[in-house]
Each structure stands twice: as C-alpha cells, then as structure tokens.
Nanobody
Framework: QVQLVESGGGLVQPGGSLRLSCVHS????????MAWYRQAPGKQRELVAG???????NYTSSVKGRFTISRDNVKNTVYLQMASLRPEDTAVYYC?????????WGRGTQVTVSS
C-alpha cells in the first residue's frame, strides 16, 4: 500500500512563502501522476496543481504565477512551492498519486495565511 506523507505546512503572513513536500513511500513515483489539492473549511476539495508523468503541469487559475509544482523522482517527492500567499489560500493541502487502477491520498497538511 502506497503511503503519501505531506509536510511543510504552517502559519505564514500574507505575502509570505511556504514549500510543501509529499514523500511517496515506494520507488517508482515516476509512474504516477501527482497532484496537490486543498480543502478550506466549509468548501469542497479542489485541485490546486498537477504534474503528470511526462512532466507537464496544470494549475487552478487562482494560483497561476504564484505556486509551482515540481517532482524529484530520485527522492520520490513532489513539491508545491507557494509564494505571495493570501488568506484565501488557507486550507488543508493534500497530496495525491494516481494512475490507472490506483489512487492514493495523503492525510494533509494545514496551511494558514494570516497576520
């Protein structure tokens, strides 16, 4: 069973930066599409950013130009670099690894943007 462990969340002031990490428990992360989702209180979980096995990426419009997703297949890790953070970015951020027949989620890491 694949396990995904997120880290890097915390409290940051508006305009600040954070880098989230998601470590995949097995080798072979390069065979999975990876993504970051977030869920704010009272809202549905939404896709933030995704990176596919071929390296292409996509972002939800509200984070374009501020967030960057990347992966290190040697370290079995996917990152989400977040800059120019806003209060509306406050949420629990979840990592997802998926491919045909497989779909794994982490337990999430809290990001709070507040002064």
């Amino acid at each position: 069973q694949v396990q995904l462990v997120e880290s890097g969340g915390g409290l940051v002031q508006p305009g600040g930066s954070l880098r989230l990490s998601c470590v995949h428990s097995e080798t072979g992360i390069y065979t999975y599409n990876m993504a970051w989702y977030r869920q704010a209180p009272g809202k549905q979980r939404e896709l933030v950013a995704g990176i596919f096995t071929g390296g292409s990426t996509n972002y939800t419009s509200s984070v374009k130009g501020r967030f960057t997703i990347s992966r290190d297949n040697v370290k079995n890790t996917v990152y989400l670099q977040m800059a120019s953070l806003r209060p509306e970015d406050t949420a629990v951020y979840y990592c997802r690894a998926y491919r045909a027949g497989f779909d794994f989620w982490g337990r999430g890491t809290q990001v709070t943007v507040s002064s």
